[in-house]
């Protein structure tokens, strides 16, 4: 297995906390994980991505030239990281902050406007995440379950418990 993941949004659209979690639940069942978070000097607002690598073999760089995966939050990830896919990337983006440019297919998810109907606009991240999963079950949803419970810990129940529904959300809808 290798599977190379970018996950890239706006400073303050969670993008690190997925990637983490990711990367946490990956560590549970994959034998070789890095996870290379890069922001700009803003902390909302600014570029923020991170990439992460699961890998049953040594992984001997964790920053990749390509990727199997992209999940893109907002229009300028998507102008600066689509052009940078293969044939072979999966690109799951949120269409209700962005469009693809014309560089070929698209998994399109409204989850910016999902997580607004949930209540919540702070979940689009984790309605993301559910979406990728969606398509790659590399990770078991379980594992992530238990990797948001740790990460949040200390948060109200409530906003765990919210956090869960949107993954489950991402994870049972219809691409």
């Known amino acids: 297995m290798l599977e190379r993941v970018l996950i ?31 922001y700009g000097a803003e ?23 390509q990727f199997e995966a992209m999940l893109i939050l907002n229009q300028e990830s998507a102008q600066r990281f689509i052009p940078r896919r293969t044939d072979s990337t999966k690109v799951i983006l949120n269409t209700s902050l962005c469009q693809a440019p014309d560089l070929g297919p698209v998994t399109g998810i409204k989850a910016t406007d999902i997580a607004t109907d949930l209540g919540e606009i702070r979940a689009t991240n984790f309605i993301m995440m559910g979406a990728y999963l969606a398509t790659n079950p590399c990770i078991p949803a379980e594992s992530l379950e238990a990797c948001i419970r740790k990460e949040l810990a200390g948060k109200p ?18 691409l």
């Open 8 to 38: 890239a949004g706006s400073g303050g659209q969670g993008i690190l906390l997925i990637g983490r979690i990711l990367a946490r639940a990956g560590m549970l069942c994959v034998p070789h994980v890095t996870y290379f978070p890069a």
């Open 43 to 65: 902390v909302r607002g600014g570029t923020s991505n991170c990439q992460i690598v699961l890998s049953d073999e040594e992984i001997h760089s964790p920053v990749p030239s």
């Open 157 to 174: 129940d409530a906003i765990i418990d919210l956090n869960i529904e949107a993954l489950e959300i991402g994870l049972n809808h219809q």
